[in-house]
């Protein structure tokens, strides 16, 4: 019992040596406190999350508290507060997370990752790309949770759509090409959270809390089950067969309750019950679609029993929280994008036409988006 071998190279670690010196050049995993229970092994994982907003401290927190040697990157008021009360995380009919966590504003000080995780906005991806750099050994690849259509959506899809690119996603291909489209894995998140306070995070979704993940390419590789090996531990979500068949399911309700949201400044609670937003969620739902299956993606939800399990409460929808603090929104990736997508393919969005018109108008008034 004096040793511990890792799984990821012929090497072991005497407990009486300081961790830091086994920190990883032996491949994926490097030694941290904690023991994954797999085959009487223990084995660790060294993970960035790249934005510390309401999701990213979310699962910050939760690994942490599992073991998993997580730092972040934050800044302003949200980096003060976790570099002196580390994350606080409320949950539904759970405990009360508190975790100290490795906070920084500099990536280059937090040294290379075995895994990072990306949770910042889609429109900031561009801006963080030399940043990112400094996180990155030879093969850690990325995790990229944000909403909407993602920027590799046509990566390891069959001829011709694999080389495609969406360029209003990723302009001048630095993510693609500088970054490497190679380490992206898509990731949906399923959890409503809130931050109610610098380092203090309101989680509202009772049920599942989850990251799901996939290979862009559909495999089942090595790296995914390593990733799998410690979020199943969390209980961060099973495996799924189709990451774009997940990206859907998600977006086919959040194009419909983000639009309707930011024009009725209502809850998702507040949709699903008036008789007139309700219809008009299905018919953009209907019409996401109609989208997917152009593109090679069936779905084959039915949209009505699809929004019956959209929860939400009084949880204002992340679009939302965005108008009312008067940031900057994601309307390209949730919702221009699938437009896009469907005048290419000459799929009639009549709803969606107009909705998309309406929220990038009144985002332009208030400063929120450039057209």
Same mark, same amino acid.
Not at 308 to 320: A, I, P, Q, R, Y
């Given at each position: 019992m004096g040793q511990i071998q890792l799984t990821s190279a012929a090497t072991t670690y005497d407990r009486k040596q300081p961790i830091r010196d086994y920190r990883t050049k032996h491949g994926w995993f490097s030694l941290i406190y904690h023991?994954?229970?797999?085959?009487?092994?223990?084995?660790?994982?060294?993970?960035?999350?790249?934005?510390?907003?309401?999701?990213?401290?979310?699962?910050?927190?939760?690994?942490?508290?599992?073991?998993?040697?997580?730092?972040?990157?934050?800044?302003?008021?949200?980096?003060?507060?976790?570099?002196?009360?580390?994350?606080?995380?409320?949950?539904?009919?759970?405990?009360?997370?508190?975790?100290?966590?490795?906070?920084?504003?500099? &990536?280059?000080?937090?040294?290379?990752?075995? !895994?990072?995780?990306?949770?910042?906005?889609?429109? *900031? !991806?561009?801006?963080?790309?030399?940043?990112?750099?400094?996180?990155?050994? &030879?093969?850690?690849?990325?995790?990229?949770?944000?909403?909407?259509?993602?920027?590799?959506y046509f990566y390891g899809l069959d001829k011709p759509s694999k080389e495609r690119r969406i360029k209003s996603l990723d302009p001048g291909g630095r993510l693609w090409d500088e970054l490497g489209v190679h380490r992206a894995i898509g990731g949906v998140v399923y959890s409503a959270n809130t931050l109610e306070s610098p380092g203090v995070v309101r989680n509202t979704s009772p049920g599942r809390n989850w990251l799901q993940i996939g290979e862009p390419t559909g495999l089942k590789s090595v790296r995914l089950k390593k990733i799998h090996d410690v979020f199943n531990e969390v209980d961060m979500g099973p495996p799924i067969n189709d990451i774009r068949y997940t990206v859907w399911d998600k977006l086919m309700?959040?194009?419909?309750?983000?639009?309707?949201?930011?024009?009725?400044?209502?809850?998702?609670?507040? !949709?699903?019950?008036?008789?007139?937003?309700?219809?008009?969620?299905?018919?953009?739902?209907?019409?996401?679609?109609?989208?997917?299956?152009?593109?090679?993606? *069936?779905?084959?939800?039915?949209?009505?029993?699809?929004?019956?399990?959209?929860?939400?409460?009084?949880?204002?929808? *992340?679009?939302?929280?965005? !108008?009312?603090?008067?940031?900057?929104?994601?309307?390209? *990736?949730?919702?221009?994008? &699938?437009?896009?997508l469907a005048q290419k393919a000459n799929i009639k969005v009549p709803i969606l036409s107009v909705v998309v018109t309406l929220l990038k108008h009144r985002a332009y008034l208030l400063g929120l988006y450039n057209t």
């Open positions: 023991s994954i229970k797999a085959h009487g092994i223990i084995f660790v994982m060294k993970v960035c999350i790249f934005g510390a907003g309401a999701i990213g401290s979310h699962f910050a927190a939760r690994l942490s508290a599992f073991g998993v040697d997580v730092s972040c990157i934050a800044r302003g008021k949200q980096l003060d507060a976790i570099r002196e009360n580390g994350i606080t995380l409320h949950r539904v009919n759970q405990e009360t997370l508190h975790a100290k966590v490795n906070a920084s504003d500099d &990536p280059a000080s937090l040294g290379l990752q075995d !895994l990072v995780i990306v949770t910042v906005k889609s429109y *900031s !991806l561009r801006d963080i790309v030399d940043q990112m750099k400094e996180l990155l050994g &030879p093969e850690t690849p990325i995790i990229y949770a944000q909403n909407g259509i993602p920027w590799w309700s959040n194009m419909a309750t983000g639009t309707i949201s930011c024009l009725t400044h209502s809850t998702i609670n507040e !949709l699903q019950q008036n008789e007139e937003t309700h219809a008009l969620a299905i018919g953009i739902m209907n019409e996401a679609m109609a989208i997917a299956n152009s593109l090679g993606t *069936s779905i084959d939800i039915d949209p009505v029993e699809r929004f019956k399990l959209t929860k939400g409460g009084s949880h204002k929808v *992340s679009m939302l929280q965005d !108008l009312e603090r008067f940031h900057r929104m994601e309307i390209d *990736s949730m919702v221009g994008v &699938p437009l896009e």
